[in-house]
């Protein structure tokens, strides 16, 4: 069944956030072993993430400190507070606002000039794409620009609902299983999405199973 016509997407939501709770302490055991993983780190380089910047679904603060190096301030939002432990222990406060929330429900308190995210949109429901994207232009000022950074890579052992389901299944390290939704955007489709709600955003692949997209609303 796809995650669109989920039961209860509140409780596959929920269970989402459980796996990256309980997956914090070994999330580093996690990561893709693909190439393109400079690519992204350059293509944030290239993009220059400058003033108030706020990075959703931060994590452990994989990408925090690429943008603390640009950024004038870094809010940085995420449900686990597990990850966001780390994130903190790693980086400091000096510079970062550290928030625990769940973006299908938060709003933000003000505007920003980049609202970044990193392997967080292949984690939002298809039927949460529109209104997610409203929250990215509800985070920005009127000028203000989105990065991200993601990958289209699912296992097929994940795959417990089919190829076309939008909900796969982890493990932690002692097996203990979850589900979550992973979306296998595809650049050019992704593009083409993105631009008929409205936003102007050029998504490029890298080397490996990694894309990333940089772009703004297109009425900017
Ligand atoms: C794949 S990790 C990405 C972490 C980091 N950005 C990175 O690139 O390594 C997905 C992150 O989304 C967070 N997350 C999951 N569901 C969430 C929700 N409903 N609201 C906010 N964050 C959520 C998890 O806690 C996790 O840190």
């Not at 220059?48 to 940085?76: F, K, Y």
Request: with cysteine.
């Amino acid at each position: 069944m796809d995650a669109d016509r989920y039961d209860n997407m509140a409780e596959l939501l929920d269970e989402q956030v459980g796996y990256y709770r309980a997956v914090a302490a070994e999330y580093e055991d996690h990561l893709l072993p693909f190439p393109g993983g400079a690519e992204l780190s350059a293509a944030i380089e290239e993009f220059r993430p400058t003033g108030s910047v706020l990075e959703l679904a931060c994590g452990p603060g994989t990408w925090t400190p690429q943008l603390i190096r640009h950024a004038t301030d870094v809010t940085a939002v995420d449900a686990s507070p597990e990850m966001l432990a780390i994130a903190s222990a790693r980086l400091g406060e000096e510079g970062v606002r550290f928030m625990a929330a769940d973006l299908f429900q938060w709003q933000p308190d003000r505007r920003y000039d980049v609202v970044f995210f990193g392997f967080w949109l292949s984690h939002v429901p298809p039927d949460h794409f529109e209104s997610f994207w409203s929250l990215v232009a509800n985070c920005l000022k009127p000028d203000g620009r989105v990065l991200f950074v993601d990958d289209w890579y699912r296992t097929a052992a994940e795959l417990i609902e089919g190829e076309r389901s939008s909900t796969i299944r982890r493990r932690l390290a002692d097996g203990t299983a979850y589900r979550i939704v992973k979306v296998p955007h595809r650049p050019e489709d992704l593009e083409r999405a993105l631009d008929r709600i409205g936003w102007r955003i050029e998504v490029h692949s890298t080397a490996g199973p990694f894309f990333w997209g940089a772009g703004s609303r297109a009425s900017n």
